[in-house]
């Protein structure tokens, strides 16, 4: 076997455009790298990007190659997306799906010497079009109409995320395989789990079945040992994976050879982790559960939903992925949710969270659309997801396949024509009969829901919280408060999500200084979701006094969706064993945008990222507050200060394997910090539980003026805090907390006169991550450590400043 790579300098031509580039590469990186287009992310420049897909465009490249008798293969790993195959003159194939590898038998067209292939990429632009007048299809009414027609990147053609920029190219290797020897053709390991006792079965296929099989095992000690293929081996002293939080990341590296003649001829290699990961939907009191279960211990899930990481597919690379994943771990992360308007992800995603230890629900690449009833259409996703699926099916995260994204409930709740019940049909083929059957064809042991969100399917209570996963939007889209999570009992909450802007520095990045105005051209260019910017300015005026300055405002705008998702993940670990699972929507940006995501498109923390921190810590004290804030979440009345109740409820919940033996210390203090009232309780929370304590009721206390504060002490360090008001920030009277700060080597020290609410830390000079930040402190001082970055100037804020 030898792989001959067409990688590197190709030119592209096309639109009134000829340049050179690198593969793999698209028109928009060949023309941003040649500066012959402006960077679409920047301003309005979006509207002249997309256009430019209304051409076709040749990629091509000359090569020598020298022939033999052997059999050569063309073997493309990714092309974006409509592709004619030209090599010497003459037609190869046509390709019309950008998840898909394909590969050709060009040995009759190859000549000693010089060659020449040409991928001719069609207009996707006009491909939608026409298709949609054929038969439109419905799908998410932000992307260009059509979508369902081709097999792309859904968001590519925008998303209330995303800009419109379908592009088109080569966007992963392509090469020439001379195929001289026998060849690897499959390799499926798989596991049994019996007693305390690990079996595996690495079953391997080969072209010709003629050569020797070795398989090559390192274990995560070092170790290596040699077992045969193709039948059952125990693994000796078996170390487990473990999701984040509950153990070990343990991986063995499967090592698979061809030999012949005493050579190695092909290779491939594969890491598994030793575990058992279910999928647990059983009856229960309240409807049937939904949660996972590693190795016999059910966990509550905790993470956030993923998108791609750029609309240019060029930019991606393994770097910024295992920092992305990383960042979700030592955020305490277990989960991650693959979202099916993007791509299938690359190998290394699967492989950091691995690493990492975040399990993996991971959506087929189906979105929000209904899908077309022809049989080519069936055929061709039934290639894509079994290659697919193949691919990645030996992943230790790997936890959950879902059939869709909001298909099922777009078909019975938005999509209401003539054609509804011909779409149900179709439906029902297609993820409730098709799929399941691929699925247990190529991974049998990875549980398979036909869609997300989902009863069971059929179109059987879609929406419904006693049962499968939910979509929640009623707090953002819908209007209702925070509070409004407090009356729903999700069984698993896979997505639900509130808006923000990101950062100055950001913002700056796409914009003039005269246009840093949410209602500006260029700011509602950058944020996609119809009416959103006037939604922040609603909850905006629910919460917070109207803030003097654009930056204040940007800020505040954090602030809302840190407190909202607060508000909604706090409540369900609190019912955890009800509640097993909450994926907020949503992880990263794929450019830079007003969004739901708590990370940026560069990489900078939002508020909610510093704050998912600490609600999704494994033990975790929080406060179910009665006041102002739940009896009357929108407007004040005029009314005497003391004529409603204030109650809290303090709740410590447990998500690890161990018992938690701990002290709980709660005041009731002033705006300047004084403690007007205290208490404490010595408690021990069970493993994988919570711990109620009792109702504390403050007699109605003057909730302009007082909050209260709570802790959980493990081994004499306080592991989790937080405090809590009873009013909304805009009528508590603030005291000036006076923040300042000391810089003393990797360490921040913030110092505080009074209670001090969600104080930032920021540098106009640096990019850093912190340990903590946007977090409340009573007065005195609270130190932080930089784990990424040196800043040299540091600028505080607090909810003080929000006037």
């Not at 998303?159 to 060849?183: F, H, M, N, Q």
């Not at 994204?405 to 993820?431: A, H, L, M, P, S």
């Not at 303090?650 to 403690?675: Q, Y």
Request: net charge negative; charged share 25%.
């Amino acid at each position: 076997m030898k792989k001959f790579s067409l990688n590197g300098k190709w030119n592209m031509t096309g639109g009134g455009y000829n340049c050179d580039g690198n593969i793999p590469g698209s028109v928009y990186s060949f023309l941003l790298d040649n500066k012959l287009m402006d960077d679409p992310y920047y301003r309005t420049n979006e509207l002249e990007a997309t256009p430019i897909l209304e051409n076709d465009f040749v990629f091509s490249r000359k090569f020598d190659f020298t022939v033999t008798k052997s059999p050569v293969l063309l073997h493309c790993d990714g092309l974006d997306t409509l592709c004619d195959i030209t090599i010497n003159g003459k037609h190869i194939a046509h390709t019309d799906n950008m998840h898909r590898t394909y590969e050709y038998d060009v040995t009759e067209v190859l000549k000693d010497g010089e060659n020449d292939i040409k991928l001719l990429f069609a207009s996707p632009n006009k491909f939608l079009r026409e298709k949609y007048k054929e038969d439109p299809v419905p799908g998410n009414g932000d992307s260009l109409h059509g979508m369902a027609h081709l097999r792309k990147a859904s968001c590519m053609l925008g998303w209330d995320w995303g800009p419109r920029l379908p592009d088109a190219g080569i966007w992963k290797d392509i090469y020439l395989l001379t195929v001289d020897s026998d060849r690897i053709t499959d390799i499926h390991i798989t596991q049994r789990h019996e007693n305390g006792e690990v079996f595996v079965l690495p079953s391997v296929k080969t072209k010709d079945g003629i050569a020797e099989i070795v398989v090559k095992v390192t274990a995560p000690c070092g170790c290596e040992f040699t077992i045969p293929a193709n039948c059952e081996s125990k693994i000796e002293n078996p170390q487990l994976w473990w999701p984040n939080g509950f153990g070990n990341q343990n991986l063995y590296t499967f090592n698979v050879e061809l030999v012949e003649n005493g050579q190695v001829v092909d290779s491939n290699t594969k890491r598994i982790g030793l575990r058992t990961l279910k999928l647990i939907q059983e009856k229960d009191q309240w409807g049937e559960s939904f949660c996972h279960e590693v190795n016999g211990i059910r966990f509550f899930a905790m993470g956030a939903d993923y998108i791609p990481e750029d609309n240019i597919m060029s930019r991606y690379s393994k770097e910024r992925t295992y920092n992305l994943i990383k960042q979700c771990h030592d955020c305490n992360f277990n989960a991650i949710r693959v979202w099916g308007g993007g791509i299938y992800p690359h190998d290394y995603f699967f492989d950091a969270c691995d690493e990492y230890g975040l399990v993996v629900f991971c959506d087929l690449m189906f979105a929000c659309m209904a899908i077309p009833g022809y049989q080519a259409f069936q055929d061709n996703i039934e290639v894509e997801i079994t290659e697919n699926f193949t691919r990645i099916r030996h992943h230790a995260s790997l936890a959950v396949i879902s059939g869709n994204n909001e298909i099922e409930e777009g078909i019975e709740y938005w999509w209401r024509d003539e054609c509804q019940n011909t779409r149900k049909r179709v439906y029902i083929k297609i993820f409730e009969r098709m799929i399941p059957k691929i699925i247990d064809k190529v991974c049998p042991y990875i549980p398979y829901i036909s869609s997300s969100p989902s009863s069971g399917g059929g179109f059987v209570d879609i929406r419904g919280e006693n049962t499968g996963d939910c979509h929640y939007w009623q707090v953002w889209h819908g209007g209702l408060p925070f509070t409004e999570y407090r009356n729903h009992y999700f069984r698993y909450l896979s997505e639900f999500g509130f808006e923000s802007f990101p950062c100055e520095k950001t913002v700056n990045s796409f914009t003039l200084p005269e246009e840093r105005n949410i209602f500006s051209r260029t700011f509602e260019m950058h944020q996609r979701c119809k009416g959103a910017n006037k939604k922040i300015l609603n909850y905006l005026g629910d919460t917070f006094l109207y803030p003097a300055d654009f930056g204040t405002l940007l800020y505040a705008s954090q602030l809302l969706q840190a407190e909202a998702i607060r508000y909604g993940v706090e409540h369900m670990r609190r019912h955890r064993g009800r509640c097993m699972g909450a994926l907020y929507w949503q992880l990263n940006d794929i450019w830079p945008v007003a969004s739901w995501s708590s990370i940026d498109y560069y990489g900078r923390y939002k508020a909610l990222q510093y704050v998912a921190k600490r609600f999704f810590a494994p033990v975790m004290i929080s406060c179910a507050e009665i006041g102002e804030t739940t009896t009357r979440p929108y407007v004040v009345m005029q009314r005497d200060v003391y004529d409603y109740t204030t109650e809290a409820r303090i709740v410590v919940a447990n998500e690890t394997t161990n018992d938690i033996s701990g002290e709980v210390k709660w005041e009731l203090r002033s705006a300047d910090s004084k403690i007007l009232q205290s208490g404490s309780e010595n408690i021990t929370v069970p493993a994988l539980d919570t711990f109620w304590l009792n109702n504390l009721d403050f007699n109605k206390t003057d909730v302009e003026n007082n909050y209260l504060s709570f802790s959980f002490i493990y081994n004499g360090k306080v592991i989790s805090e937080g405090t809590v008001l009873f009013t909304v920030s805009k009528h508590f009277n603030f005291a000036d907390p006076k923040l300042r700060y000391e810089i003393n080597g990797d360490e921040i020290t913030v110092y505080a006169d009074a209670y001090a609410k969600s104080v930032e830390i920021d540098s106009p000079d640096s990019d850093f991550i912190l340990s903590d930040n946007y977090f409340d402190m009573n007065a005195g001082s609270k130190t932080v450590k930089i784990l990424e970055g040196t800043p040299k100037t540091i600028k505080l804020r607090s909810v003080y400043d929000i006037r």
